[in-house]
């Protein structure tokens, strides 16, 4: 799958993000997305009081990056090129494409919350994905 971050701003305006690989399109018409948080994430009440959520989709260059988001370590923003995108949500530069959404619902799905969102915007690079394959980052070769 791809690797991904997933960023929003909690109710006190601080960014909020994580690294997910369960990112999936789900409607071209409207242009909708989904992807999933365990119920006992720290960062579930964040997401789930926000309006709006990016999808950074990574670049096989930042791995470090992906590693980053999974941990916990505090301040994880202060790594990356980070602006605001629409309704707040941070976007990452130099990703391989950024999906900006509004959160349009949120549901249970057994251990987790399923998020969906409607793609606002859409930004893409030339650049190889981040993909991660068996517990390990992968990277793709050429295709001929």
Avoid at 119 to 128: D, G, M, Q, Y
Wanted: proline share 6%.
């Amino acid at each position: 799958t791809g690797v991904t971050i997933i960023s929003c701003r909690a109710a006190d305006g601080s960014p909020v993000g994580l690294t997910a690989n369960s990112f999936n399109a789900l409607s071209l018409q409207p242009p909708l997305v989904l992807w999933s948080l365990r119920d006992v994430s720290p960062q579930l009440s964040a997401f789930l009081a926000a309006s709006h959520f990016a999808v950074n989709v990574l670049a096989e260059n930042q791995v470090e990056l992906s590693r980053r988001f999974a941990s916990t370590l505090p301040d994880k923003f202060s790594e990356g090129l980070w602006s605001d995108g629409l309704g707040g949500a941070p976007v990452l530069g130099g990703c391989a494409a950024v999906f900006e959404c509004a959160r349009v619902s949120s549901q249970v799905a057994g251990d987790h919350i399923l998020f969906i969102g409607q793609v606002l915007a859409v930004s893409e690079a030339p650049i190889t994905p981040l993909v991660f394959q068996s517990g390990h980052y992968r990277m793709l070769g050429e295709i001929l």
